[in-house]
């Protein structure tokens, strides 16, 4: 019988999702199909209710519904308790399980398919929102030897702080943009919405170690402002969203249905239709 899955969210004509785990389930034979579903956005919580009500067994949550995801779900991971925010939910008989593959998703790219080692490393994630607090605990987990977030506005990267110190991860240091200036860093994350508006976070010159890895979280046609900002500072190592977009697929892929697919013919599928 076929499993139904889903990616629920508002915009979601967009979504690459469904061409993601078409490719997982075509590659691992597996019976099941998957779909994307617009929620309103007053109706996400009655809109999983529908979809499992017609045999749904699990779900990807995109924007803006991640924290709501995060509510309704019954039980957590630590991963998406630390993020306060759910990618994924597994439909149980009585329950529904919630968990966030995004921070997986984005580590593994960086470990496995950049081959960049975390460890030791000087780590500099830019942002402090849902997207950035998503991925703090699995970055943390491989452990650089510095970890700073910096942020705009420093409170929130400061409350950032404030919550992984009280889960007991002391290691993160709160800053603005300001306090980099002379500062260098050997992975360079943005977790900023700041590409969908064309922009750029103010970084001070000469952030960028020797050979660091310039990551983008958000991907596009082309290079993301930070992206092009990384190449003009001389980075040669520059990696955009698409490889963590199919790496968090994978994840869930593999949390629904106990094979993880192979990501690299995927990932060169979406990169040869995205980026010019
Ligand atoms: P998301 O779920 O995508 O993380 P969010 O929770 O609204 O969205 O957070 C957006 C993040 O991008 C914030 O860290 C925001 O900084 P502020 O907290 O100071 O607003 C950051 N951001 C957005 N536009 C930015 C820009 N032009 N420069 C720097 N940071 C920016």
């Not at 580590?107 to 080692?117: H, K, M, Q, T, W």
């Not at 508006?197 to 020797?210: N, S």
Request: hydrophobic share 45%; aromatic share 8%; with cysteine.
């Amino acid at each position: 019988m076929t499993d139904f899955y889903a990616v629920i969210g508002n915009p979601i004509a967009h979504s690459k999702s469904p061409l993601i785990h078409a490719e997982f389930s075509r590659q691992t034979g597996q019976d099941m199909r998957y779909e994307a579903i617009l929620a309103p956005m007053d109706a996400f919580a009655a809109t999983v209710t529908g979809f499992r009500q017609r045999g749904g067994r699990g779900a990807n949550v995109t924007v803006p519904f991640k924290l709501e995801a995060w509510e309704i779900s019954n039980s957590l991971t630590e991963r998406a308790a630390a993020a306060q925010a759910v990618n994924t939910l597994v439909f149980e008989a009585c329950r529904i399980a919630g968990d966030n593959t995004d921070g997986a998703g984005l580590v593994r790219d960086i470990v496995v398919n950049l081959e960049f080692s975390l460890k030791a490393k000087r780590v500099l994630l830019m942002g402090a929102g849902g997207a950035a607090r998503g991925v703090v605990l699995p970055l943390l987990e491989h452990e650089p030897c510095i970890f700073v977030i910096a942020n705009r506005t420093r409170q929130k990267a400061y409350e950032l702080q404030q919550q992984f110190l009280r889960q007991g991860c002391g290691n993160i240091v709160p800053v603005d943009y300001a306090d980099l200036a002379g500062e260098k860093f050997d992975l360079v994350i943005n977790g900023t919405s700041a590409s969908l508006q064309g922009e750029l976070p103010a970084l001070p010159p000469d952030i960028f170690a020797a050979k660091s890895l310039a990551y983008d979280m958000m991907y596009s046609n082309g290079y993301t402002p930070f992206l092009k900002y990384a190449r003009q500072q001389g980075v040669t190592r520059l990696a955009d969203g698409i490889g963590m977009l199919v790496e968090q697929a994978a994840e869930s892929f593999f949390l629904w249905r106990g094979i993880r697919p192979k990501t690299a013919p995927v990932i060169e599928i979406l990169r040869s239709c995205s980026i010019s």
